[in-house]
Nanobody, 117 residues
């Protein structure tokens, strides 16, 4: 099993910044791609950003240029730096990790991000 523990999040004014962290433990040596997803009230969960072990990143169009995903492979930790936050970024943010073998997806517990206008 892989356990994911989120930290960061909270309340910030529009235009502000927040940083999320997600640390993997357990069978973390076999973790491949990690990423962040978010779910706003009444909405489906959506991709925010992903990063492979090699550092290849992928972003949702809505966050490109404002959010930066990074990871520390030694610590098996993924980060999401969120700048120029907008009220529409308000959501619960979930960390996701894909275990390579045996293949399985793990989710963190979610952390609330609220951006006030």
């Amino acid at each position: 099993q892989v356990q994911l523990v989120n930290s960061g999040g909270g309340l910030v004014e529009a235009g502000g910044s927040l940083r999320l962290s997600c640390a993997a433990s357990g069978s973390s040596f076999s973790v491949g791609t990690m990423g962040w997803y978010r779910q706003a009230p009444g909405q489906e969960r959506e991709l925010v950003a992903t990063i492979t072990r090699g550092g290849t990143t992928n972003y949702a169009d809505s966050v490109k240029g404002r959010f930066t995903i990074s990871r520390d492979n030694a610590k098996v930790t993924v980060y999401l730096q969120m700048n120029s936050l907008k009220p529409e970024d308000t959501a619960v943010y979930y960390c996701k990790a894909d275990r390579i073998f045996p293949m399985k997806t793990f989710w963190g517990q979610g952390t609330q991000v609220t951006v006030s206008s």
